[in-house]
């Protein structure tokens, strides 16, 4: 099949039009924020600790079914809402304008095996500068995937559909390596550096208090109820990663996503920039109740374009950036998560072969562009 360059109707003047176009649309969010938003993320994270705390005490019954069942279930949300909508956007500094302490990206540390400085460096310097861009953001397929046709195709790629599980299964370790760059520094060299090895034992400091946390102090609080306890939370850790690695999935591999090679962003303007965040990302359709449990990330367009902005405005942002899409004929990749999750998985299935498909331009650019 021919890939065809979704964006070269575009002149180099629309495309810096559209830049000043969606600063606009930043601008004026910027200059709305107020108490509303601070009212909110505070709500929620008092939402999300209560839910905690009563979710740990039944589960100190969970020797019992039912108090096993609805204890796993409101641990599993607390942790999404902790991981998602709480730590993922306080950490990209959406909430340090209140200018609060106690909910700043400095000084946040989230329920996760991956310390939150690491994480916002491979996170927001790293992967929302260089999005989609293959060899300088691994983020996409956390260094264990083949993510373009373009990319040489190998027979351990036969393997990516298991990696992939496994890396859901395990998501927040898939993360805490991909934030150590552990494929790089896998020599002897490498592991020998005083940056490399401090990072290490960071990760490993963060590990062990997670594990302590969660697989040893609650189910020993538990008494008889030890091994039931133990397996819920598991279960509840289980439940997070997988939906926190599908909503990741949904927002970066579907079906008519672009990813980009390095040439392509040499000398890259403010509007190429815009550009390349919404073709390379794609957004879930749904009810609030669903953008809240992706931690507003099922608006993925909207969040690369606009990082820091607080993520309970992003549906507002979508509709204009929406309407930008239509006026600048461009696609606007979304659907259901059950339509975006197929097409996801559909696509790590099909570049665990070896195919390959033409090259396209890039957004603005003379130089080449991988289009998925």
């Known amino acids: 099949m021919t890939a065809i360059d979704p964006t070269a109707h575009l002149t180099a003047e629309q495309i810096e039009e559209l830049g000043r176009e969606l600063d606009a649309i930043r601008d004026d969010v910027i200059a709305g924020r107020g108490e509303k938003d601070a009212a909110y993320i505070r709500k929620v994270i008092s939402a999300q600790r209560k839910l905690e705390l009563v979710s740990r005490g039944v589960l100190l019954f969970s020797i019992f079914p039912p108090a096993w069942l609805l204890g796993t279930a409101g641990l599993s949300v607390a942790k999404i809402m902790d991981n998602m909508e709480i730590g993922h956007n306080i950490l990209h500094g959406q909430w340090d304008w209140m200018r609060d302490p106690k909910i700043h990206s400095t000084t946040w540390e989230w329920d996760h095996v991956s310390p939150s400085e690491q994480w916002k460096h491979s996170h927001n310097e ?11 953001d691994n983020d996409l397929g956390y ?11 190998h027979p351990f790629h036969l393997g990516q559909p298991l990696w992939n599980f496994l890396n859901a299964c395990f998501f927040e370790y898939g993360i805490a390596a991909y934030d150590l760059e552990l494929g790089n520094n896998l020599g002897k060299r490498s592991r020998k550096s005083p940056e490399f090895r401090a990072r290490a034992k960071a990760v490993g ?3 062990r208090k997670q594990v302590l946390k969660d697989y040893v102090i609650h189910p020993l609080l538990s008494g008889p109820s030890f091994l039931t306890t133990l397996g819920a939370t598991f279960t509840a850790n289980l439940v997070r990663n997988i939906w926190s690695h599908s909503v990741i999935m949904c927002g970066h591999f579907p079906e008519g996503v672009q990813v980009f090679e390095r040439q392509s962003i040499e000398g890259e303007t403010r509007g190429q920039w815009y550009l390349r965040q919404m073709m390379g990302s794609a957004n879930i359709s749904g009810s609030k109740a669903m953008h809240f449990m992706t931690g507003n990330l099922s608006h993925q367009i909207e969040h690369h374009l606009f990082p820091d ?3 309970n405005r992003y549906a507002e942002v979508a509709v204009k950036v929406r309407a930008l899409f239509d006026k600048y004929e461009l696609e606007y990749v979304t659907g ?4 975006q999750v197929l097409s996801a998985w559909h696509k790590v299935f099909r570049l665990s072969l070896p195919n390959k498909r033409p090259k396209v331009k890039a957004p603005g650019h003379e130089q080449e562009l991988v289009a998925t």
Do not use: A
């Not at 790293?126 to 300088?136: A, D, E, F, P, S």
């Not at 259901?336 to 339509?339: F, I, T, V, Y």
């Open 126 to 136: 790293l992967h929302h500068t260089y999005t989609n861009v293959i060899g300088k």
């Open 143 to 153: 260094g264990i995937m083949r993510v373009d046709e373009d990319q040489k195709w």
């Open 205 to 207: 400091r963060k590990i």
């Open 309 to 311: 902005l607080p993520s």
């Open 336 to 339: 259901p998560l059950p339509k």
